[in-house]
Nanobody, 119 residues
Framework: VQLVESGGGLVQPGGSLRLSCAAS????????MSWYRQAPGKERELVAS????????NYADSVKGRFTISRDNAKNTVYLQMNNLKPEDTAVYFCKARIVIWSISHEYWGQGTQVTVSS
């Protein structure tokens, strides 16, 4: 299983970024995917999640209306569109795959991509 995030960077407040997470090594279309973030000195927190076919998504209250999670099962990729970014969105962003095998849940993480929101 491999998850590779990209798309992070430095952006001014109010700006936008789109993160991508390219997946390989498993049947992507059958797996729920999530984005998490971790700011310095803070615990990792769930940002958004999406069901295996993209019909169900959930968001942290802090990003509702600004972030959109989506997926392209043909490309084995999950995205996080981030608009109206705020300094408090600064964090390392990780994607996570939750793979259930014989009723046992396994979690796999990418290496993360840094997002910095600053003027």
């Amino acid at each position: 299983v491999q998850l590779v995030e990209s798309g992070g960077g430095l952006v001014q407040p109010g700006g936008s970024l789109r993160l991508s997470c390219a997946a390989s090594g498993f049947t992507f279309s059958g797996v729920d995917m999530s984005w998490y973030r971790q700011a310095p000195g803070k615990e990792r927190e769930l940002v958004a999640s999406i069901g295996s076919v993209g019909d169900i998504s959930n968001y942290a209250d802090s990003v509702k209306g600004r972030f959109t999670i989506s997926r392209d099962n043909a490309k084995n990729t999950v995205y996080l569109q981030m608009n109206n970014l705020k300094p408090e969105d600064t964090a390392v962003y990780f994607c996570k795959a939750r793979i259930v095998i014989w009723s046992i849940s396994h979690e796999y993480w990418g290496q993360g991509t840094q997002v910095t929101v600053s003027s």
